[in-house]
């Protein structure tokens, strides 16, 4: 089993910046990737980033983010992180942490995350 617990969101205005955090714990050693994924009102879980956890941290971000938000890891914390840049209204939503534990997978697809947080939202003002 693998638990994930998100932290770091809350109320900004536009234009500013946030970092999420997601520490791991339990089997670590079982996870693959860890990706952060959103879901704002009346929309489906939508995938943000994801990055490698046993190799050399490649990391895939969805295009229509790239360049606001980064996704880092730190191994021996057992914490990924994911870097707000830039936030607009627009990007107002609950962020998700998971984690992939099988060894086939696509990591924009949230049915092979096995494991997810509980979520931390994010509310940007214009």
């Known amino acids: 089993q693998v638990q994930l617990v998100e932290s770091g969101g809350g109320l900004v205005q536009a234009g500013d910046s946030l970092r999420l955090a997601c520490a791991a714990s339990g089997r670590t050693s079982s996870i693959n990737v860890m990706g952060w994924f959103r879901q704002a009102p009346g929309k489906e879980r939508e995938f943000v980033a994801a990055?490698?956890?046993?190799?050399?941290?490649?990391?895939y971000t969805e295009d229509s983010m790239k360049g606001r938000f980064t996704i880092s890891r730190d191994k021996a914390k057992n914490m990924v992180y994911l870097q707000l840049t830039s936030l607009t209204p627009e990007d107002t939503a609950v962020y998700y942490c998971?984690?992939?534990?099988?060894?086939?997978?696509?990591?924009?697809?949230?049915?092979?995350?096995?494991?997810w947080g509980q979520g931390t939202q994010v509310t940007v003002s214009s």
């Open positions: 990055t490698d956890w046993k190799g050399l941290a490649t990391s």
């Open positions: 998971g984690a992939i534990t099988s060894n086939v997978y696509n990591w924009r697809r949230r049915e092979d995350y096995g494991y």
